[in-house]
């Protein structure tokens, strides 16, 4: 059975709830949550002493044919990289701080997460 549409966002929404927890505990600070412009959205945005961090958040079952890195096109991580410039053209007092693009992947059930992430994951292909 396909799930709704309802069910996705809100199998997705936990799934950022569970990344946002995670990235909190390694000292992260959140700066916004869901940033949605014409170019597309940004689930995470967090802040470390340095930098500003987009945080890409990706959910699959554990038997899912493709990770949920993988599933992250060349199109997708191009229109994260036009979501981040217009937040950064928006919020001009982050406009100089280094950036990075992370994922935080998401696999297995509510009860027991798996929860890998992976820093700076765009960085070889601009």
């Not at 809100?10 to 990344?19: K, L, M, T, V, Y």
């Not at 199109?75 to 950036?99: D, E, W």
Request: charged letters at 30%; one cysteine or more.
């Amino acid at each position: 059975m396909k799930p709704t549409a309802a069910h996705s966002r809100s199998r997705g929404a936990w799934a950022e709830d569970i990344a946002l927890d995670f990235l909190r505990q390694r000292g992260l600070e959140s700066v916004q949550r869901n940033y949605r412009c014409k170019a597309g959205e940004l689930d995470l945005i967090c802040a470390d002493v340095r930098r500003l961090i987009f945080v890409e958040v990706r959910y699959r079952r554990a038997n899912a044919l493709v990770s949920a890195a993988e599933s992250i096109s060349a199109r997708k991580r191009q229109r994260l990289r036009l979501a981040a410039a217009h937040f950064l053209m928006i919020h001009r007092m982050h406009a100089g701080r280094p950036c990075r693009f992370d994922v935080i992947t998401v696999t297995g059930s509510r009860e027991q997460p798996e929860i890998d992430w992976i820093q700076d994951a765009f960085q070889d292909d601009a």
